[in-house]
């Protein structure tokens, strides 16, 4: 089986500038393995070190966010959209960073 | 690469700056990669959903910026950055920005001090995600893009205003 994927735009460098990807899988842990194995340079961006999903990548399926369902576990139909959504935060009154 | 707003989307931002004051305004920058750089074509404020400390954090719910990111496409649009601002304090990025920053999009950030918009910055994220660093930010109104559609007439403002 095979769902779509949609590349939020900081992504897109890693996926030949594609915004959206067709996958195989039968479950969001088996369509993400899939994406990153297809496109390697993703798998640090949404993964950590220890092979968990980071903690500023969401995973959505169609409008529900996965880690209300049953996480990476989480069964997909051909007729689902999967969105990888980054988390945006930020705010000031901590040390300035320094720039180059 | 370099990111360009219209003068009025300039106002736009300072505005939901002073109207927000003292706490922290954000939204998102919706437009085109085109030749090379970021043409915002409309900016759209959003709900700092930090409601336990708004005066020096954002946040973006992902709901929010999914929906966001739907419409954008549906209208031929891609989400190309965000802006928030830093009430009485510089426009810079903190690294709790930084921690939480991606790459590719351009950062917007506007000082507002005593509840006068001030200083706006731009920036982006190293690949390495080790560092900010200021991103061009060029100005064009929608008149002189009228005009001259084969002469760009745009002015640059290095990274601020």
Redo the contacts between chains.
């Keep these: 089986m095979s769902v779509k994927v949609i590349i939020p735009t900081p992504l897109r460098q890693y996926t030949e500038r594609q915004d959206s990807v067709v996958v195989e899988g039968q479950t969001v842990e088996e369509v993400l393995r899939n994406l990153t194995g297809r496109y390697r340079d993703l798998y640090k961006h949404l993964y950590s070190e220890d092979g968990k999903l980071r903690s500023f990548v969401n995973i959505y399926r169609n409008d529900e966010d996965i880690r209300y369902l049953e996480r990476e576990r989480t069964v997909v139909r051909e007729t689902d959209v999967l969105s990888i959504v980054p988390s945006i935060a930020g705010g000031s009154r901590r040390a300035s960073l320094p720039t180059r | 690469m370099a990111i360009e707003l219209q003068r009025h989307q300039i106002e736009q931002i300072q505005q939901d700056g002073k109207q927000t004051y003292p706490n ?1 305004c ?1 939204g998102v920058l919706l437009g085109k990669e085109q030749e090379g750089r970021k043409v915002v074509l409309e900016i759209l404020p959003l709900q700092n959903a ?1 409601d336990d ?1 708004p005066r ?5 719910l ?2 929010d ?2 929906h966001s ?1 739907r419409e954008a ?1 549906r209208r031929g649009m ?3 950055g ?1 802006y ?1 601002s ?2 009485d ?2 426009a ?7 921690e ?6 351009t ?1 917007i950030i506007l000082a507002v001090g005593n509840g006068l918009p001030g200083e706006m910055t731009a ?1 982006l994220l ?1 690949d390495d995600r080790g ?4 991103e061009e930010m060029r100005i064009a109104d929608r008149r002189s893009e009228k005009e001259a559609a084969s002469t760009p007439n745009s002015e640059s403002t290095g990274s601020s205003t």
Excluded: G, K, Q, T
């Design positions: 922290e954000c930090r400390s020096n954090r954002f946040l973006i992902p709901e910026l999914l990111d496409r891609d989400i190309v965000f928030h830093h009430p304090h510089p810079r990025p903190s690294e709790y920005d930084r939480h920053a991606w790459p590719w999009y950062y920036w190293s560092s900010f660093f200021p």
